[in-house]
């Protein structure tokens, strides 16, 4: 093959780069090519996938969730007949997508993954022409992921997020939405809302709901309602992590297409990058948008 690699070094602890050679060396086996890039800014490696020269047979990227955003929205504006399948090697902070498509957590197994024969078509996400792999996310502690310091990741990893949010626990407001979809209309107050394809978020496992798939066109919803008096939330916020969809509070359901319309400009994350202030957000499900490399037992 004739492979692109493309690599964070700063994504989760800069661990890619402490193994850059030996990734390298696997690459390079069985006559494989390779071409190398390492990103320095956000944006990179979109542009740097968007403009990728004809004649290459897989782009691979190492990273967190947010580089691999990058290189599906790099490929998805690419025409059709010259988008090539994704290999993934995780290397964020929380990795909640690597985890749904059954990518390999051991950096060299992923690496043979990400190379490998086997290829899943999945879902990508449009939000307002924006491209997203996995969560597209407003509320309560959304900003906390792209407001995260990078130093602060790379020391304390996942529990960073924790130690930020903790700093915004007062910050908390609700959100008067207008919702529509093909089969719902809901006006409400709400302190959180996620639009998923992913069977974790924020490193929590099976938040999102049960019987995820990543190919089947569909999102998983899950809106969290202000709750009727400040003595709720933590009953609301145990619900939603207990995926306890009985409580009154939580809004849980699956779609393709989705609109939320605010009066004021709501901001919204796009895998863990901030995704912009809108009063209008339109979500559709652009089924089996990429390919990607996953491992052979993989049956997601």
């Not at 690496?111 to 939000?127: Q, S």
């Not at 409580?247 to 989705?258: A, N, P, R, W």
Request: glycine fraction near 8%.
């Amino acid at each position: 093959m004739n492979i692109f690699f493309v690599f964070n070094p700063k994504a989760g602890k800069g661990k890619i780069k402490f193994k850059l050679g030996d990734i390298i060396e696997l690459f390079s086996m069985e006559n494989n090519t390779i071409t190398i890039a390492a990103t320095r800014k956000r944006g990179d490696a979109a542009r740097l996938v968007r403009d990728l020269e004809d004649g290459y047979d897989r782009v691979i990227c190492a990273g967190g969730d947010g580089t691999l955003d990058e290189v599906v929205s790099g490929m998805s504006q690419r025409e059709k007949d010259k988008r090539i399948p994704i290999g993934y090697i995780p290397g964020g902070s929380t990795n909640d997508f690597a985890f749904s498509a059954g990518i390999p957590s051991d950096i060299m197994k992923a690496a043979k993954t990400a190379m490998g024969e086997r290829l899943m078509p999945c879902d990508v996400g449009v939000f307002n022409k924006k491209t997203f792999v996995y969560i597209a996310a407003f509320g309560a502690f959304t900003e906390v992921s792209y407001q995260t310091p990078q130093d602060l990741k790379n020391v304390f990893g996942h529990s960073a997020y924790i130690l930020e949010a903790i700093t915004r626990l007062g910050d908390i407001k609700p959100y008067h939405m207008h919702i529509e979809t093909d089969d719902l209309t809901i006006d409400d107050d709400f302190l959180y809302g996620m639009i998923t394809n992913s069977e974790s978020a924020g490193g929590i496992k099976n938040i999102t709901g049960k019987n995820v798939d990543l190919k089947d066109g569909l999102f998983e919803v899950t809106l969290v309602r202000k709750p009727a008096n400040p003595l709720e939330i933590n009953v609301v916020l145990a619900a939603l992590v207990n995926r306890d969809i009985t409580c009154k509070d939580l809004y849980c359901f699956k779609t393709s297409h989705i609109t939320f319309t605010s009066e004021h400009k709501v901001p919204w994350t796009l895998d863990g990058e901030f995704g912009g202030n809108v009063k209008i957000a339109e979500i559709i499900n652009m089924k089996h948008g990429m390919k990607l490399a996953v491992e052979k037992k993989s049956s997601k």
